[in-house]
């Protein structure tokens, strides 16, 4: 098992949270209970979301073509993170994380909205789009 700072904290607010984060959710494991740890523990906001497409077209889009000296324009920038945007969305639909999907897949997307209102609305799907310039 990794240890890291962020674990420990974890762990000294809340063993119980540790366990179940850490230990007992496992997206490979045959106990449905396991399983449903696992999905819940990935549930995210619309807000958030949002900023962690922001942070992956940062880390994945524009910090490597920087440190490739390559240019790019925003509009680059904006339709990369719009098609991830619609692929996470498309993803988070139709349920695919609760097919054992692993979470380190780009188009991995599991929203609270979804998941305990059977639905989002377009509103907060356009305002997430829209916020800080998405659309351009």
């Known amino acids: 098992m990794k ?3 962020s674990t420990s904290r974890i762990f000294y607010q809340c063993a119980r949270k540790w366990y ?10 045959k106990h449905p209970e396991r399983q449903e740890a696992y999905v819940l523990k990935r549930l995210q906001s619309v ?8 942070d992956h077209v940062i880390s994945r889009f524009i910090v490597p073509r920087l440190n490739k000296h390559e240019s790019f324009e925003s509009d680059e920038v904006f339709s990369y993170a719009n098609r991830l945007m619609e ?7 139709e ?24 639905s989002i609305e377009d509103k ?6 829209r916020s800080r310039n998405f659309t351009n």
């Open 95 to 118: 349920g695919r994380y609760r097919n054992g999907a692993k979470s380190d897949n780009e188009d991995f997307c599991a929203l609270f909205e979804l998941e305990y209102n059977g």
């Open 20 to 29: 179940y984060e850490t230990v007992f959710a496992d997206s490979r494991s």
């Open 47 to 54: 807000h958030s979301w949002r900023g962690k497409v922001v």
């Open 87 to 93: 692929a996470q969305l498309k993803f988070a639909i």
């Open 124 to 129: 907060a799907i356009e305002n997430a789009k």
């Open 3 to 5: 240890w890291s700072v």
